[in-house]
């Protein structure tokens, strides 16, 4: 994998340990069977709700079950330095295990490399609200960061973002890009999403009122980004009794 590179997909892994490294952060998630894994000094077992986070240049071994699956993500190191900070090991919340079983279900169905790409900086966000890290940023950037955060369900232009983290329009994007992946725009509506996943999921809201929460006046609108976001419409929630 380049180091660039964002990747997201279905593994299995055979009952022989392989030891090796490389140059970017790997989670390994549950879907089915068990992963015994040696990161350092540690061991562990992916298995039900428990995670594996391997951190970038970390040693590690690995042995399945006879009959097993995982959700693995391959992330550069520069989109998330944070994750040398976690454990190597982790207990997945509710949210996230639904999260990875959704994962599962788009990975079948062949998703688009687009899909993948912002489920999988979803994924990542979810980790870093689970464990409490944030990533660490220019302090303008971090400004600018959250000055979307509360106002993410509002329209906001890049010239009043460039304002508030006293940049240029130019350098704005350029240092956002660089820090977090995507650009302030497409951060929006990351951060919208984000949102509407976890408001649809709770299921206490009309579609609409999820609508609103997040910015959109028109429905139509939200349901055909929350589609082309995440492969789903916005109605899935309801249909799978959510």
């Known amino acids: 994998m380049q180091g660039s590179n964002l990747t997201l997909d279905l593994r299995s892994y055979s009952a022989e340990t392989d030891n090796h490294l490389h140059d970017y952060h790997q989670l ?19 298995d039900s709700d428990r995670a594996a986070i ?42 996230l295990i639904q ?15 687009n899909s993948q790409r912002q489920m999988l900086l979803l994924l990542i966000q979810l980790l870093q609200e689970q464990c409490g890290k944030s990533p660490r940023l220019d302090r303008r950037i971090a400004v600018a960061q959250d000055y979307l955060d509360q106002r993410f369900d509002s329209a906001v232009s890049i010239a009043q973002l460039a304002q508030v983290a006293n940049l240029s329009t ?6 956002f890009r660089k820090q977090l992946g995507m650009t302030p725009h497409q951060y ?15 299921g206490n809201l009309s579609i609409q009122q999820v609508a609103d929460a997040v910015g959109y006046t028109s429905l139509a609108a939200f349901s055909d ?4 976001h995440f492969a789903i419409p916005p109605s899935y929630f309801r249909r799978s009794g959510k």
């Open 225 to 228: 980004r929350f589609r082309k």
């Open 99 to 113: 999260y990875v079983r959704f994962l599962h279900q788009q990975l079948q169905q062949h998703s688009s490399v």
């Open 54 to 95: 391997i951190s970038a240049g970390q040693e590690h071994g690995f042995s399945g079950s006879e009959d097993n699956c995982f959700v693995v993500a391959d992330i550069p190191a520069s989109l998330a330095p944070e994750f040398e900070q976690l454990p190597a090991f982790i207990h997945l919340h509710p949210t």
């Open 188 to 202: 929006l509506i990351e951060k919208r999403m984000q949102r509407a996943w976890q408001l649809l999921e709770q």
């Open 170 to 175: 130019r350098q704005l994007s350029e240092l």
């Open 28 to 46: 390994v998630l549950p879907v089915s069977g068990q992963l015994d894994i040696a990161v350092g000094r540690q061991r562990g077992l992916v």
